[in-house]
C-alpha cells in the first residue's frame, strides 16, 4: 500500500484519512483495522499501553512499513507529512539555518536567504527567540526538538508527527514543547503528538486517539474526556499494586541498614567529583540533564565502568544488578526469547543442589514477572526483537531485580513504559527497598525521582553536586532546574 493523495473533492480542513489500516507480524495482529481521520490544525494526542500499536500506525504513516490493508490518503501526498523521531536528526556541528535548509539546492539559497527562511520557519511553530546562525548544539534539547519540527514543516508537510521527543526533558522543558506544538497547530499545522507522558497533553491537545490492541478505542474532543477516564482506557482496567508515586515514601524506607556502595571522588562521564554512598533498604538517586554524565557514574556504581578518578567501595559479596539506560545497545539480547532476557544472569537462583537448573520453576518465576508488569505479547518464547519498545523495557527490568540484587542500579528505569506499567515498576522498586536492597535511580525523568528517591543528589551544570534533597524538596526541582 503506498501512501495516496487525498481526493481533490474531500471536505477542505481533511489533512489525512486512515481507513482499515491492518498490520500483522508473524502470529501479531498489531493493528487490526485503525480507521481515523485528522484534520487542520488540531492537536492530537496519540496514546495507548505498551504494544497497543502506536509505532506501527506511525512507522506505516512514516512508509516505513506497507500496510496489509486499508487506505491512507495525506493532502499533498507522502510530502504532506512528516515524521519526528527521538533522535531529531539534526547535525549538532551546523547552525539552525543549515539544518532547516539541509537538502535544499545550494545554488538557490544564499546565507541571508536561509536566515530569513529560517526565522519564518522558526516562526510557524512560534518561535521567535532562537537565532538562526546559533549552532544546533548549543541549544537546549527542548529547542532542538522544536528546530526538527520547524524542519519539518519547512520541507513541505503540513502534518507532523511527533514521536516521543519530549521523554527525557525536564518537565518544564517538556511543557515549553508541548506549548509550541500548540502554537503551529493554532497557526495550521496538524500536529499528532505519541506520548506516555499524558501531564504533558492535558490541557494542550484538542483531541485524544487512544489504541488498545491494534484498534482505536477511544477518539474524541479532548474538553470533553477526563484524564481518569484516559487512564482508565488506557490501561484497559489493568489493577496496578500501587500507591500514586510519591504517596507512600513518607511511611517507607528509613534508611537505617548498613552501606552497600559507598562512590568517594567518582569522575565518569564528565562528570564528578562525586561522593555517593547506598545504603540497605534505601532509594539514592542522582538527576541531571540527558549528557550529564549521570548514568556514568551509576554505571561506576553497578560495576559496569571503571571511572576515571575516585573510588567505589562495594560491600562483600554484594549482589549486583543493573537497568542500562540504553536498552537497545546496552541491555537486551534482540534476537533471544523474553524468558531469556529474564533469566540470563540469574541463573543461580534456579540451581538444584544436585547443580542441574530447575527448569520448570525458572519458567513460572519469569511467567509471573512478565505477568506482573503486562509484557505483550504474554509469551515466554516470543522474541525480544519483535517486542514493542516498552515491552523490551519491561524485561530489561524484570532481569534485574530476578537476580534478587542487594545494590539495584537503575538508569532510566521506565524509559517508554505506559502508565500503568510506571506505577508497577516504582511498587516493586518500593518493596524491594523495603526488603533492605539499596537501590541507585540514576534518571533524567523526574517522575522517578519524585516517586521513588529517598535522597535525590542533583548534578549541576559543573559535574558536580552539590546539596541532596530530601523528599520534601523535590517539588524546588521543577522550579530550580526550570
Ligand atoms: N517488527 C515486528 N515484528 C514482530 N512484532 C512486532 C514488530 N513490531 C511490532 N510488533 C508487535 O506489534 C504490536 C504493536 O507494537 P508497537 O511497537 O506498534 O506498539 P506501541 O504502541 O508503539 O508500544 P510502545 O508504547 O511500547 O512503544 C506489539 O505486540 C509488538 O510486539
Redesign the pocket.
Known amino acids: 500500500m503506498v501512501i495516496a493523495t487525498l481526493a481533490p473533492d474531500a471536505r477542505n480542513d481533511l489533512m489525512i484519512e486512515v481507513v482499515d489500516v491492518r498490520k500483522r507480524?508473524?502470529a501479531?495482529q498489531?493493528l487490526s483495522g485503525v480507521t481515523c481521520s485528522f484534520s487542520r490544525g488540531e492537536f492530537v494526542a496519540l496514546l495507548?499501553?505498551?504494544?497497543?500499536?502506536?509505532?506501527?500506525?506511525v512507522k506505516i504513516l512514516d512508509g516505513v512499513y506497507p500496510a496489509d490493508a486499508g487506505t491512507i490518503a495525506v493532502r499533498g501526498g507522502r510530502a504532506g507529512l512528516g515524521v519526528v523521531h527521538q533522535d531529531l536528526g539534526l547535525v549538532d556541528g551546523m547552525t539552525v539555518a543549515e539544518n532547516l535548509c539541509l537538502g535544499a539546492p545550494r545554488r538557490l539559497v544564499n546565507p541571508r536567504a536561509e536566515a530569513r527562511l529560517t526565522t519564518e520557519a522558526l516562526r510557524a511553530v512560534g518561535l521567535t527567540s532562537i537565532d538562526p546562525y546559533a549552532l544546533v548544539s548549543s541549544l537546549s534539547l527542548g529547542q532542538r526538538a522544536m528546530v526538527a519540527v520547524a524542519r519539518t514543516l519547512h520541507r513541505g508537510a503540513d502534518t507532523v508527527v511527533i514521536d516521543e521527543v519530549t521523554a527525557g526533558l525536564h518537565p518544564h522543558e517538556a511543557r515549553w514543547v508541548v506549548e509550541r506544538l500548540r502554537v503551529a497547530a493554532e497557526l495550521g499545522a496538524t500536529v499528532l503528538m505519541v506520548t506516555?507522558k499524558l501531564d504533558e497533553v492535558v490541557g494542550a491537545a484538542t483531541r485524544y486517539v487512544v489504541?488498545s490492541d491494534?484498534e482505536v478505542v477511544l477518539d474524541g474532543d479532548a474538553a470533553g474526556i477526563a484524564r481518569a477516564d484516559l487512564v482508565e482506557t488506557m490501561s484497559r482496567g489493568r489493577s496496578v499494586s500501587t500507591p500514586a508515586p510519591g504517596a507512600d515514601r513518607a511511611g517507607g524506607s528509613g534508611g537505617t541498614g548498613g552501606v552497600v556502595c559507598e562512590l568517594k571522588g567518582i569522575r565518569a562521564g564528565g562528570a564528578g567529583p562525586i561522593d555517593l554512598t547506598v545504603t540497605a533498604g534505601r532509594i539514592t538517586a542522582i538527576t541531571g540533564p540527558l549528557g550529564s554524565g549521570l548514568h556514568e557514574v551509576a554505571y561506576a556504581a553497578a560495576g559496569l565502568l571503571t571511572p576515571d578518578a575516585g573510588t567505589v567501595r562495594i560491600a562483600r559479596d554484594v549482589r549486583r544488578a543493573c537497568v542500562p539506560a540504553h536498552r537497545e545497545s546496552e541491555g537486551v539480547f534482540a534476537d533471544h526469547t523474553v524468558q531469556f532476557n529474564v533469566a540470563v544472569g540469574g541463573w543461580s537462583r534456579w540451581r538444584g543442589r544436585t547443580g542441574l537448573l530447575r527448569l520448570r520453576q525458572m519458567r513460572r518465576d519469569c511467567d509471573d514477572a512478565v505477568a506482573a508488569l503486562a509484557v505483550?505479547?504474554h509469551r515466554l518464547d516470543a522474541t525480544v526483537?519483535?517486542?514493542?519498545?516498552?515491552?523490551q523495557q519491561k524485561t530489561l527490568f524484570a532481569r534485574a531485580l530476578m537476580r534478587r540484587p542487594q545494590l539495584l542500579v537503575l538508569c532510566e528505569p521506565t524509559r517508554?513504559v505506559?502508565v500503568a506499567t510506571r506505577r508497577e515498576i516504582y511498587a516493586q522498586v518500593r518493596r524491594m527497598a523495603d526488603s533492605g536492597t539499596g537501590v541507585l535511580v540514576a534518571s533524567t525523568d523526574y517522575e522517578d525521582i519524585v516517586a521513588l528517591a529517598d535522597t535525590t543528589g542533583v548534578l549541576t551544570a559543573d559535574g558536580t553536586v552539590s546539596e541532596w534533597l530530601a523528599p520534601d524538596r523535590l517539588p524546588e526541582l521543577t522550579t530550580e532546574l526550570a
Open positions: 507480524f508473524g501479531t498489531a495507548g499501553s505498551n504494544g497497543a500499536g502506536k509505532s506501527t500506525l506516555h489504541l491494534g505483550v505479547p526483537s519483535d517486542l514493542s519498545g516498552g515491552n517508554g505506559d
